[in-house]
């Protein structure tokens, strides 16, 4: 199967859970993207912007696709 026809982690809905090496690929920042997040975004809304481009690496999508964003990813992201 080509790449392409592979559907996105959470295309559908939101996993219960994420294992470290998925949290490590969608949702942690080098320290360039870091520092693009800091410059554009005040310090309320870097948080969910890291969240949004996370979500979007993982499931081609935006998050307004989604209900709710899991406790436990909130954490994750935040430290």
């Known amino acids: 199967m080509d790449h392409w026809q592979l559907a996105y982690l959470g295309l559908r809905q939101i996993p219960r859970e994420l294992s470290e090496f998925e949290l490590a690929t969608f949702f942690t920042f080098s ?18 912007c890291a969240v949004h481009i ?5 499931t081609g999508r935006t998050l307004d696709a989604y209900k709710q964003v899991p406790k436990f990813l909130w954490a994750f992201v935040g430290a």
């Open 54 to 58: 996370g979500f979007v690496r993982m």
């Open 31 to 48: 320290a360039k993207e870091r520092a693009l997040i800091d410059a554009r975004r005040s310090h309320l809304y870097r948080l969910a």
